[in-house]
């Protein structure tokens, strides 16, 4: 069955961005680039793929879900659809008016239960936090990209999710000499 991955930048104290929501402080140049424009280039928007050149590989996500807080810096820069080699899902509680390679939903938590059952690549949780702590119960995958920055304050990896602890285990570390760990976990089965 295909697999909810979260997959996202956070600094070394948890935060996915700071408390404006920018994401400045993130390393983007490094060693660990081939990660991010290689690996998981399915996960770059769209103006970043041809600024660089190069085609999604379409072989790892089929679907982005992400939340308003998230889709809106992209609409502010007058970018309608970041993803369109993607099917991308965007909660919201309001009626929004969007583009219409994009989908809304208010209750994201069924809609991804809904995608999971049905056949296709993986679906990237994209954030931000908020709505990271709604699809909790539902993330399969982990993959942090831990940048070597102590932030204080910002954007929570899983927004004000309530204290209800789940195991991830642990399926890998890659450390990086720009300083960038990528850390990789399988949500553990519940018995
Ligand atoms: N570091 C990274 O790799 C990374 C990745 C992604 C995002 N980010 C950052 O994360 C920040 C945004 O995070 P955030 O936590 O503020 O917001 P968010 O989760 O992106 O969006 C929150 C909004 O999404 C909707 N939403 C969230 N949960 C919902 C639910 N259960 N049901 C229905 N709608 C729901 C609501 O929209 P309405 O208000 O419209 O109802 C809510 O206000 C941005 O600054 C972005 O840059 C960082």
């Known amino acids: 069955m295909r697999q909810l991955v979260y997959y996202v930048a956070v600094s070394i104290d948890g935060y996915i961005a700071d408390p404006r ?18 690996e998981y280039a399915d996960a770059l928007p769209a103006h970043v793929l041809t600024a660089l050149g190069i085609e999604p590989p379409k072989t790892r996500f089929d679907t982005v879900v992400m939340g308003w807080n998230t889709l809106r810096p992209a609409l502010d820069a007058g970018i309608p659809s970041p993803y369109p080699h993607l099917s991308q899902v965007v909660a919201s509680r309001r009626p929004r008016g969007v583009d219409p390679a994009i989908t809304l939903t208010h209750d994201p938590l069924t809609t991804v239960r809904d995608l999971k059952t049905e056949d296709g690549r993986d679906i ?61 976990y399988v949500a553990r089965v519940r018995p």
Request: hydrophobic fraction near 40%; glycine fraction near 18%.
């Open 21 to 38: 929501g920018g994401y400045d402080a993130f390393l983007v140049d490094g060693d660990h680039a081939p990660v991010v424009f290689g």
């Open 124 to 184: 990237w949780l994209c954030g931000g936090g908020e709505l990271a702590g709604t699809l909790l119960p539902e993330i399969d995958r982990l993959v942090l990209k831990r940048n070597p920055v102590v932030f204080g304050s910002g954007i929570p990896l899983f927004g004000s999710a309530p204290y209800e602890p789940r195991i991830f285990v642990p399926t890998g570390t890659r450390s990086f000499g720009s300083g960038v760990v990528v850390e990789e």
